[in-house]
């Protein structure tokens, strides 16, 4: 199960690189159109400002597999392999418990756009519930993800050998 969880979360990463792409493409255009025939389009910053947050929270869990996300490692890297182990462990508890209340918070705030019919202040003034589920889904594929982590770390220290 968990092999699974992680291989969606992959396939998520790999969306959102294909949405850095389209980014490029639509910033491409817009450029092109405001320089080339002084005609920039209205759509493009508010489009790319909401791929940025379809990019962030869909490639977020696949990072963390990839071992992607900041680390402070000037200090770990002179720690031992269980130590180092333990201080991952711990920190990835703490952040399993921020996704978890990042999570609920993202759904309230989505379903205050979706009861409230928020949409956008700018040009296309888009409805605000279906970018905000990419907060609840990342968060959630997130939180998973920390939880897989925190598992196979804790199996890894148990069966590891040697000094602390």
């Not at 092109?32 to 947050?53: H, Q």
């Not at 399993?96 to 928020?118: G, I, Q, R």
Request: charge should be positive; aromatic fraction near 14%.
């Amino acid at each position: 199960m968990m092999g699974k969880i992680s291989q969606f979360n992959k396939i998520m990463g790999e969306m959102a690189g294909w949405i850095v792409v389209a980014m490029m493409l639509t910033i491409s255009f817009d450029v092109a159109m405001r320089y080339l025939f002084n005609a920039p389009t209205t759509w493009s910053f508010e489009v790319n400002r909401y791929m940025l947050i379809m990019v962030v929270f869909l490639g977020g869990p696949w990072t963390l597999t990839a071992g992607g996300h900041v680390s402070v490692d000037l200090v770990t890297d002179t720690m031992g392999g269980k130590r180092k182990l333990r201080l991952d462990i711990v920190t990835s508890v703490m952040a399993f418990a921020y996704m978890l209340m990042f999570t609920w918070e993202s759904m309230v705030f989505t379903w205050d756009a979706w009861e409230n019919a928020t949409r956008s202040t700018e040009y296309l003034a888009w409805p605000l519930w279906p970018i905000r589920m990419f907060l609840v889904v990342g968060g959630a594929l997130l939180s998973i993800q920390y939880l897989i982590k925190i598992t196979e770390d804790t199996v890894k220290l148990k069966t590891m050998k040697g000094a602390a």
